[in-house]
């Protein structure tokens, strides 16, 4: 008696579950799109066209080493002077254990690197160093 009452529960419940999946496929709902979302999202994109001509990215290039410290007052005072005097461009300061190092520019080739260190060479007359490194550029700027 126990093995038919079984079956009968067992029989009940896949029923259920089937009923419940099929009502679930059966009800499929249409949407209907305004027109005035494809026009807001053309404007969106004319809108993001110049933001993403310039973007930024990362590469290859050189930057220069102006100071390598252990004392950060001086790392932070020297990265303060490349503010000043450069403003267009970008000074990092890193900390490599034991020392701060300040490092200036992303400039692609090693040719444009030298020139700016010539340029830096009357602010900071000695120490300046060119290394290879990871730098940002701006993908699709004119120059």
Not at 4 to 16: A, D, G, V, Y
Not at 82 to 98: A, E, G, H, T, V
């Amino acid at each position: 008696m126990k093995t038919p009452t079984k079956q009968i529960i067992l029989s009940c419940c896949l029923f259920i579950i089937t009923a419940s999946t099929y009502a679930q496929i059966a009800k499929s709902k249409y949407v209907i799109r305004d027109p005035r979302v494809d026009k807001l999202v053309e404007k969106q994109i004319e809108y993001n066209k110049p933001i993403y001509k310039e973007r930024k990215t990362v590469q290859s290039g050189f930057r220069i080493i102006v100071i390598s410290t252990s004392n950060r007052d001086d790392a932070t005072k020297a990265k303060g002077i490349l503010m000043r005097s450069f403003p267009d461009q970008k000074s990092y300061m890193l900390f490599q254990s034991p020392n701060f190092k300040v490092q200036f520019g992303n400039f692609r080739t090693y040719n444009e690197a030298e020139e700016m260190k010539s340029v830096m060479e009357s602010i900071f007359p000695r120490g300046l160093l060119i290394v290879p490194a990871k730098v940002e550029v701006i993908v699709g700027r004119e120059e």
